[in-house]
């Protein structure tokens, strides 16, 4: 039995659960950027199971294009009301999944190293979502691109706890509370500046090259 290709069906299947469950709370009134968030946060957290479950490159890159024309095709037929229908110019849903696909094959396909794939995947399912939430909640000063002051001070907070986690954790060489901090202030810099869905991409790729500059 192919179990690869098992894992590429589940892992569809997965996405089309969390899209349908997105799509539920919208309806029930959730606004379109919550929802969003919360499809964001769930799918991406899904993809850590990536490398675990396809030892084959591959599928991986098969199962990339297949979220991207599920989200493409999705929100041309405006099926995707949950995650597309936002009053803002922004190409982030796109970049998810390539932006995972790049994290993947840099990380996992030739550094072979799970630590330059957890810790920009962890980063990005959960403290992006956090600093939209802690700036459309607490109101403050908006800096660039729309983006506050207090949203990226919640994004710098997560980024840095996240890091010292997973550095103690995933890493015997890595327990510098030092670089935690570096990645933290550069990362949320990368991520204040990165305009119109663009820091789906920009937030991974610059935890892989500080990382890499840290070795």
């Known amino acids: 039995m192919n179990y690869q290709l098992l894992y590429y069906f589940l892992f569809l299947l997965c996405f089309f659960l969390i899209i349908i469950f997105c799509e539920f709370l919208h309806k ?63 190409c982030g849903a796109y970049l998810l999944p390539v932006s995972i696909g790049v994290t993947y094959y840099i990380s996992i396909w030739w550094l072979q190293n799970n630590l330059f794939f957890i810790l920009p995947i962890v980063i990005l399912a959960i403290s992006d979502p956090l600093a939209y939430y802690f700036g459309t909640v607490y109101k403050s000063k908006r800096i660039k691109s729309g983006k506050t002051a207090i949203g990226t001070l919640a994004f710098f907070l997560s980024t840095f706890i996240i890091c010292s986690l997973i550095f103690w954790f995933q890493s015997a060489e890595i327990k510098n509370i030092g670089i935690a901090l570096c990645i933290s202030v550069v990362v949320s810099v990368i991520e204040l500046i990165s305009p119109n869905g663009t820091d789906n991409l920009t937030i991974p790729l610059s935890v892989i090259v500080l990382l890499m500059l840290t070795q």
Do not use: A, Q
Request: with cysteine.
């Open 28 to 90: 029930k009134g959730i606004h379109v950027e919550y929802t969003r968030k919360l499809g964001h946060s769930l799918s991406t957290l899904l993809c850590l199971f990536i490398p675990i479950c396809f030892s084959s490159h591959w599928y991986v890159l098969i199962l990339v294009i297949s979220s991207f024309l599920i989200l493409y095709i999705g929100n041309k037929k405006s099926l995707l009301n949950s995650i597309c229908s936002v009053d803002r110019k922004t």
